[in-house]
């Protein structure tokens, strides 16, 4: 079983940036890595993935704000989160498949799951 560790999240002013990290327990260069976030009371949503390739798919509601990136040589991925919203405060959870592709995720397509980043976002 794959193990994934997220971290990097935090307090924020509406406005500013974080960067989350994602690391695995191994090299898994097939992998696609994703990320999604669950607020209180609400459904956890799809935010962004990578595929092994590199190519990318985002969310309409983080679009053009956040990036994700990975570092195979690392075994991590990243998710930088620029501008960011008091809509945007959520847990993050770091997500992975193998072989997965760049497009929009439901969490029955993901295999393994990260023990999740609280990022709070302040007025």
């Known amino acids: 079983q794959v193990l994934l560790r997220d971290s990097g999240g935090g307090l924020v002013q509406a406005g500013g940036s974080l960067r989350l990290s994602c690391v695995a327990s191994?090299?898994?260069?097939?992998?696609?890595i994703g990320w999604f976030r669950q607020a209180p009371g609400k459904e956890r949503e799809f935010v962004a993935t990578?595929?092994?390739?590199?190519?990318?798919y985002y969310a309409d509601s983080v679009k053009g704000r956040f990036a994700i990136s990975r570092d195979d040589a690392k075994n991590a991925g990243y998710l930088q989160m620029n501008d960011l919203k008091p809509d945007d405060a959520a847990v993050y959870y770091c997500?992975?498949?193998?072989?997965?592709?760049?497009?929009?995720?439901?969490?029955?397509?993901?295999?393994?799951w990260g023990q999740g980043t609280q990022v709070t976002v302040s007025s």
């Open positions: 990578i595929s092994w390739s590199g190519s990318t």
């Open positions: 997500a992975a498949r193998p072989a997965g592709g760049a497009y929009h995720w439901t969490q029955s397509e993901v295999n393994f």
């Open positions: 191994g090299r898994i260069p097939s992998y696609a």
